[in-house]
């Protein structure tokens, strides 16, 4: 019954902590762009179009920050400065032409071309019920590659460029970026600042000191 009621009033106080945060709060959309970001250093073995999925999904995020930004109006930045600094940056610029190809499916239009590479990280035995060999299986890595400013990175690399820009914004006019103040958590221990290297284990790409 005690464990029961430590339960209870640890969902009453996650609830009360969502309570706290706006519905158009810029920070809640911030928090997905970094929680997307934060699964390809922690995910390898994705479906067959899985991460081609999710790194549409993150772009879109990263883009549609523009909207949080203009609907939140706690803090300075309108949507025609979002805009203006989207403009100025292919990382985000790039982000862009993808939400908006993937909704009208002009994509290919848009020159945003990305190339899966796999390899083989480990395999398995498949057993029956009288532990007889059915099959070995392989296990494959899948990582995502974007080409971009003339080269070819990998998305995860991408994904921390385009929150180094938009941290660049949001710094400017005074807004924080700290996970602890984001109202949100992350898994794992992350540090306060990081870079971006892509195996940084921050998902907001701030450099170690």
């Known amino acids: 019954m005690r464990k029961n009621r430590r339960l209870i009033l640890g969902l009453q106080e996650v609830r009360g ?3 706290e945060r706006s519905v158009s709060d810029w920070r809640e959309q911030y928090g997905r762009i970094l929680r997307l970001r934060y699964q390809w250093g922690t995910r ?3 479906p067959e179009e899985g991460v081609f999925d999710h790194f549409y999904a993150f772009a879109k995020a990263c883009y549609h920050l523009v909207d949080w930004l203009e609907n939140d109006k706690s803090q300075p930045i309108r949507r025609a400065q979002a805009n203006r600094h989207v403009a100025t940056s292919p990382a985000l610029t790039l982000c862009r032409d993808i939400c908006n190809g993937t909704k009208h499916g002009v994509l290919e239009t848009k020159d945003v071309q990305t190339e899966r590479r796999t ?3 480990g395999g398995y035995t498949e057993l029956d019920a009288n532990r007889e060999v059915i099959r070995e299986r392989l296990v ?3 990582r995502l590659f974007v080409h971009f400013d003339g080269d070819s990175i990998p998305a995860a690399t991408f994904a921390i460029r385009c929150i180094e820009e938009w941290n660049r914004l949001l710094a400017a006019e005074g ?3 700290r996970t602890e103040a984001l109202r949100f958590s992350l898994p794992g ?3 306060e600042s990081g870079s971006h290297l892509e ?3 921050d998902p907001a790409g701030r450099r170690p000191e």
């Open 17 to 19: 902590a969502h309570r």
């Open 175 to 177: 807004l924080d970026t």
């Open 44 to 46: 390898t073995c994705w």
């Open 119 to 121: 390899r083989v990280i």
């Open 189 to 191: 221990d992350l540090p």
């Open 140 to 142: 494959h890595e899948q």
């Open 199 to 201: 195996d940084s284990g």
